[in-house]
């Protein structure tokens, strides 16, 4: 029987697909509160992930005054969560389809607990055994986790969603991302001042973990894993959750289709992607995502306070204060582009937001040109002289203070860096708030740093720029004439 428009209302709280058939019962289905309970127990993974990613930007200011750390070693202990993520991530998919993706995360939040309590308790661990050692330990733990939450959680939200709310839902993991990067640093604010603060902002996860591990116990199986094992009868009461209010038939289609792509996934093979048509579109894709890592963001996460301890704030508390507007223009940047998605379109979005980012770009490696006064880097300490800001940008030098004027030395182990930091009198106020402004035009761009030397800031920004523009010229010229694809699931 068919429906128009000059049809009496029906009521759609219990739907006979005989009447209105799949594709309007689909459409009738609204999200329910079970749906929003597991979506968000499952995104605290995804909080999670944003806080340690975060975290990192304000404790490494805290850490220096009780752990003295080289350079190197300061990079150690911020990549070793990256390196714990790539390793995990590329078993996580392999992990979640062997044990499902209930246990997967529920792995994960244990990972993430016993690597919060590693960092928290660094001091205490490290009587026999060098801190630094306990501190990339524990990044490491913490990377694992990051590596399986970030494939695993926006897929099982998308599998217990109702299908036309999966864009919108799977959105929320972001928010909770973004959000815990927001909070990481205002809890960074609160614990700038006691001593060992940093230990506080390690084992605050705890909490988010112990959480998601209370309640994930009354999360079920995703519906399509449970197919893939054969429990299809535990696979339906699951959807029938997911769906209330609808007529069996609609509930075993769904059991059907889902039955028919992992039908189709397994007589697939690897070989299909590098041959005609998928090539193309693989490189493209690919390459736009590869551009987007290298042109530049993680580096505003993981040193956002240390990059406002070059521009010239001088004390702990008020660089990760400063620094905020780094991860709050970020999380507002997030929610608005939400909202804009669907109106404006993702390729819209991507080749406006490039544009914002190549122009932060320029304005973030000006504004540091002039705040180290015009000065590239010298050969040698010495050759720095009285100019303290391109003095302490490289890594190799210290700035003493001697009266009211200074000067620029190597390194020395007894001199602190937040020490020599203060030394530095006064700030080109020009640089800052052009590189402040750039910083914002950036963030907005929402793209990603994967690898980021601190002691040639200006030229590396510079080298990322041109990245970017190569990433816009490739949107362009490609997008326009081979994919426009909505992603299925």
């Given at each position: 029987?068919?429906?128009?428009?000059?049809?009496?209302?029906?009521?759609?709280?219990?739907?006979?697909?005989?009447?209105?058939?799949?594709?309007?019962?689909?459409?009738?289905?609204?999200?329910?509160p079970?749906?929003?309970?597991?979506?968000?127990?499952?995104?605290i993974?995804?909080?999670?992930?944003?806080y340690n990613?975060?975290v990192?930007?304000?404790?490494?200011?805290?850490?220096?005054?009780?752990?003295?750390?080289?350079?190197?070693?300061?990079?150690?202990?911020?990549?070793?969560?990256?390196?714990?993520?790539?390793?995990?991530g590329?078993?996580?998919?392999?992990?979640?389809?062997?044990?499902?993706?209930?246990?997967?995360?529920?792995l994960?939040?244990?990972?993430?607990?016993?690597?919060?309590?590693?960092?928290?308790?660094?001091?205490?661990?490290?009587?026999?055994?060098?801190?630094?050692?306990?501190?990339?330990?524990?990044?490491?733990?913490?990377?694992?986790a990051?590596?399986?939450?970030?494939?695993?959680?926006?897929?099982?939200?998308?599998?217990?969603?109702?299908?036309?709310?999966?864009?919108?839902?799977?959105?929320?993991?972001?928010?909770?991302?973004?959000?815990?990067?927001?909070?990481?640093?205002?809890?960074?604010?609160?614990?700038?001042?006691?001593?060992?603060g940093?230990?506080?902002?390690?084992?605050i996860?705890?909490?988010?973990?112990?959480?998601?591990?209370?309640?994930?116990?009354?999360i079920?199986?995703?519906?399509?894993?449970?197919?893939?094992?054969?429990?299809?009868?535990?696979?339906?009461e699951?959807?029938?959750?997911?769906?209330?209010?609808?007529?069996?038939?609609?509930?075993q289609?769904?059991?059907?289709?889902?039955?028919?792509?992992?039908?189709?996934?397994?007589?697939?093979?690897?070989?299909?992607?590098?041959?005609?048509?998928?090539?193309?579109?693989?490189?493209?894709?690919?390459?736009l995502?590869?551009?987007?890592?290298?042109?530049?963001?993680?580096?505003?996460?993981?040193?956002?306070?240390?990059?406002?301890?070059?521009?010239?704030?001088?004390?702990?508390?008020?660089?990760?204060?400063?620094?905020?507007?780094?991860?709050?223009?970020?999380?507002?940047?997030?929610?608005?582009?939400?909202?804009?998605?669907?109106?404006?379109?993702?390729?819209?979005?991507?080749?406006?937001?490039?544009?914002?980012?190549?122009?932060?770009?320029?304005?973030?490696?000006?504004?540091?040109?002039?705040?180290?006064?015009?000065?590239?880097?010298?050969?040698?300490?010495?050759?720095?002289?009285?100019?303290?800001e391109?003095?302490?940008?490289?890594?190799?030098?210290?700035?003493?203070?001697?009266?009211?004027?200074?000067?620029?030395v190597?390194?020395s182990?007894?001199?602190?860096?937040?020490?020599?930091?203060?030394?530095?009198?006064?700030?080109?106020?020009?640089?800052?708030?052009?590189?402040?402004?750039?910083?914002?035009?950036?963030?907005?761009?929402?793209?990603?740093?994967?690898?980021?030397?601190?002691?040639?800031?200006?030229?590396?920004?510079?080298?990322?720029?041109?990245?970017?523009?190569?990433?816009?010229?490739?949107?362009?010229?490609?997008?326009?004439?081979?994919?426009?694809?909505?992603y299925?699931?």
């Amino acid at each position: 029987m068919s429906i128009s428009s000059n049809n009496s209302k029906l009521d759609k709280d219990h739907l006979t697909f005989n009447e209105l058939g799949f594709n309007n019962v689909e459409e009738a289905v609204k999200v329910t509160p079970f749906v929003y309970f597991m979506t968000f127990i499952i995104a605290i993974g995804g909080f999670m992930y944003g806080y340690n990613s975060g975290v990192i930007s304000g404790a490494m200011l805290l850490l220096e005054k009780d752990i003295p750390m080289s350079g190197f070693q300061k990079g150690l202990v911020v990549g070793a969560m990256l390196f714990g993520a790539m390793v995990s991530g590329i078993f996580a998919g392999i992990l979640s389809d062997c044990i499902g993706r209930r246990v997967t995360l529920l792995l994960a939040a244990i990972i993430f607990a016993i690597g919060s309590i590693i960092l928290a308790f660094t001091t205490l661990l490290s009587k026999n055994i060098s801190p630094i050692i306990i501190l990339v330990l524990g990044r490491l733990i913490v990377g694992i986790a990051i590596g399986l939450v970030s494939m695993v959680v926006p897929v099982y939200i998308g599998e217990i969603s109702p299908t036309i709310y999966r864009g919108k839902l799977v959105t929320i993991n972001i928010l909770m991302v973004t959000g815990g990067e927001f909070v990481s640093y205002l809890i960074s604010i609160l614990f700038s001042i006691p001593d060992h603060g940093w230990k506080w902002l390690f084992g605050i996860p705890i909490i988010p973990s112990f959480i998601q591990l209370l309640f994930i116990y009354f999360i079920p199986e995703s519906p399509r894993f449970l197919i893939r094992r054969g429990k299809i009868d535990c696979a339906r009461e699951i959807l029938s959750k997911i769906y209330p209010n609808v007529p069996s038939e609609f509930v075993q289609k769904k059991i059907d289709d889902i039955h028919d792509t992992i039908s189709q996934d397994a007589s697939g093979s690897y070989k299909q992607l590098i041959r005609y048509p998928n090539l193309r579109p693989l490189i493209i894709a690919c390459s736009l995502q590869a551009f987007q890592n290298l042109s530049g963001f993680s580096v505003t996460m993981f040193y956002g306070a240390t990059i406002m301890k070059m521009i010239g704030f001088n004390s702990a508390k008020l660089d990760i204060t400063s620094s905020i507007i780094i991860t709050g223009t970020n999380f507002l940047s997030t929610v608005v582009a939400i909202f804009l998605i669907d109106r404006v379109g993702r390729r819209r979005i991507l080749l406006y937001t490039l544009i914002g980012v190549i122009f932060g770009l320029i304005i973030i490696s000006s504004g540091f040109f002039l705040i180290t006064n015009k000065v590239f880097k010298s050969g040698s300490c010495i050759e720095y002289g009285a100019n303290c800001e391109a003095c302490l940008i490289d890594d190799r030098c210290r700035f003493i203070m001697s009266g009211t004027s200074g000067t620029c030395v190597q390194n020395s182990d007894i001199l602190s860096e937040d020490q020599s930091l203060n030394a530095c009198q006064s700030t080109n106020a020009q640089g800052a708030w052009l590189t402040l402004l750039g910083l914002f035009l950036y963030v907005i761009g929402k793209s990603v740093i994967l690898v980021m030397s601190i002691k040639e800031f200006y030229l590396w920004f510079i080298f990322f720029c041109s990245i970017c523009y190569r990433d816009w010229k490739c949107s362009m010229d490609y997008t326009r004439r081979i994919i426009s694809f909505k992603y299925t699931w």
